[in-house]
């Protein structure tokens, strides 16, 4: 029997496998932040023991910083002991950093890939649950929790037990202003918050080999939402013309070996997944999430589900729960809903590619004046590249604020907050209770349905744009 | 990591599903650099009106003095959402040793086992009858046997729990001790695959 590009990766990885137990997983890729990190620095302190591959782990800064001024001293004080730890740590254990100032910070999603760090075959873990968006690559990437952080620090290896496999196979064109957002959205809110639990899925099918590989990151960062242990894409030649040439890519002949070796990395035709789901690219319209996880998504056009007709008890209760943690009502359609605040960024979509779109949206447009827009590129090195191309004069004349590279409103752990009962069009992935603020109202959306709405000020179908 | 063999309490409930851990400990307490000190944020934001302590939200379960215990029991898919181990963290700070519920989120799990809080998974019947039971029973949870009781009814339920974690839960152990004493074998395992 066939293996599946899962099991092909894994199989390499396994050291050891407890009888009855986890197995003992070889991690060639850590990226670690301030915020899951210091406590595993403390725990291997306290034992005594020292980095067992300190080469191997990458540091950044970018949960808690400041996205205005990054050059003066963080305000919050609790924010910037925890910048300051992660330095003091990284010195003290030989981890490399691109913390605040170095040209290459940002959010450690967004800096891996593009610093070519990231590449096909690898095992990739970081202390946060979108670690899966590295999986675009072709690699076994997921989230770990801080003991597990320690674990790496201490011996390179996590103890996993092998999840089940599922793919998701994509087929055919996508409609006009529907993108790669819009797809994983469709599939959370097909299969729910927990549709995938248990599962590292695979993303297959002519769909997902037409896209670009940050569209490919954006599907894979939301693995987890459905609650995947990450999700993957088989690596092509899209995927290695990426890679190519970057800071840490491979060079001279070690690239052409490295091309040989990921040209391997594929499910193998006779390959048996646990669970397989097949979709039509033209079913996906422009997707926009009504309540409080990201499974509760509707297309932009569609209706919020009418409670009463909801048979399960639990599913019931839930949305009515959601319905007035959000303000809104049973049956009711979005189009046409003024919202406040705009926020393009996350580790989502705030590539290149994400502000070109919007850019290119809304030159020569102005914003509507009743709601704020807010912009923060993924990383320093975006943030450059949005300046070089002039986007960050399109987005001033428009009237967006462009901020500096964090994980900013995605989470709101720096000033970066929607305020109490507020509504913001967010290109994030995550629309929990709070989760930009106390209070705050989240609608998760593509960087298009974003800019759309960002110009009219209400929720707004983004094909009557175009 | 303390030992874990047995638990009897009563429980508090919160019948909700897709608990996410943003709700059991909003980002903006993320900030401390130690594992001490979550519990008094646990649900910070269900507990307390505009976040202000002076002002508890009477209808949340952890408000109601009659509802207390080492057992939280909570709907399905419970700490769904972010990676942060500050929710195992919290839980175990505010004095919960284990969560009942019928359906777990993955990471969630891993971080609960890995600081010593049990995460029991029961059928969703068996959840709702343990919702119908008054504040004043009892649940006893035996990682032995691997059985939950309701000690009113005497209903009991098999739970599942991987050998080698009941090992480590039993006896205290924890996976970096496990870990480190395999560091050769993963030195060998490095130059084998560097050809
Ligand atoms: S952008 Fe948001 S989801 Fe991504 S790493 Fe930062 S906080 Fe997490």
Redesign the interface.
Known sequence: MGKTLFDKIWD?HV??T?N???S?L?IDRHFIHE??S??AF??IEQ?G?SL?RPKQTIATAD??VPTLNQHLPIK?E??R??VE?LIENCEKHGVELYGLGHPYQGIVHVIGPELGITQPGMTIVC???HTSTHGAFGTIAF??????V??VF????V?Q?K?KTMRINIEGALQKGVVSKDIILYIIAKIS??GA??YFVEYAGTTIRSLSMEARMTICNMS?EM?A?GGMIAPDETCFEYIKGRAFAPKGTAWNDSINEWSQLYSDSDAIFDSEININAADIQPMITYGT?PGLGIAINGNIPITDNIADE??R??II?ALQYMGLESGASLLGMPVQHIFIGSCTNSRIEDLREVAALVKGKKKNSSVHVMIVPGSQQVAKQVHAEGLDQIFAEAGFQVRQAGCSAC???NEDKIPAGEYCISTSN?N????QG?GARTLLASPLTAAAAAITGVVTDIRALI | MKALQKIHSRFVPLPMENIDTDQIIPARFLKATTREGFGKNLFRDWRYINNDESMPKKDFALNQPQYTGEILVAGKNFGCGSSREHAAWSLLDYGFNAVVSSFFADIFKNNALNNGVLPVTVSDNFLQEIFQQGNESTLTINVEAQTITIDTTGASSHFEINPYKKTCLLNGYDDIDFLLSKKELISEFEKSTKE
Do not use: W
Request: glycine share 16%; net charge neutral.
């Open positions: 390499k050291v050891e407890i009855n137990g986890p003992v070889y915020v899951t210091p406590q403390k725990g034992r023991v067992f949960h808690n919050d609790l924010s002991m925890q730890q202390g946060d649950s989230g770990i929790g801080t003991s597990e320690e674990m201490a011996s390179q290896c103890l037990t999840p918050s927990s639990t248990g987890i609650g242990r996880n639990g599913e209760n839930n729960k989470l709101g752990m995550r929990f209770e709070g989760r106390a």
